[in-house]
């Protein structure tokens, strides 16, 4: 299981920002960032959204262990994956073997 407030200290540093730093980028104040260490509490939610826009990165992606990949897909791949997921079993696989005789 990840730890939130290691994890947020990984990013933070390899962006070579400060808490202050982290803060103004972030929207959120530098004493409630500071309060998350010293009482050892995790970040709201809606927090943790603002400190994953900040090092640009979805809350997914922060969540990923290190040995983990993400996969980011065009609109297109995104439009036939959708489409695809309606196919039966017999048009999906039909389908599979045309884009590999591509």
Same mark, same amino acid.
């Given at each position: 299981m990840i730890n939130v407030l290691k994890r947020i200290t990984e990013l933070r540093e390899a962006h070579h920002w400060t808490e202050y730093q982290l803060a103004e980028h972030s929207g &959120?104040?530098?004493s409630t960032i500071s309060s998350w !260490?010293?009482?050892?509490?995790l970040p709201t939610i809606p927090s943790l959204v603002k *400190?994953?826009? $900040?090092f640009g990165i979805t809350v997914s992606q922060f969540f990923l262990e290190k040995n983990e990949q993400t996969v980011h897909l065009t609109e297109k791949q995104? %439009? =036939?994956l959708a $489409?695809?997921?309606? =196919?039966s079993s017999e048009q !999906?696989? $039909? #389908? &599979? %073997?045309? *884009?590999? #005789? &591509?």
């Open positions: &959120l104040t530098q !260490y010293r009482k050892q509490m *400190i994953c826009d $900040a995104a %439009s =036939l $489409a695809s997921a309606k =196919l !999906y696989d $039909a #389908l &599979l %073997s045309f *884009i590999e #005789l &591509l």
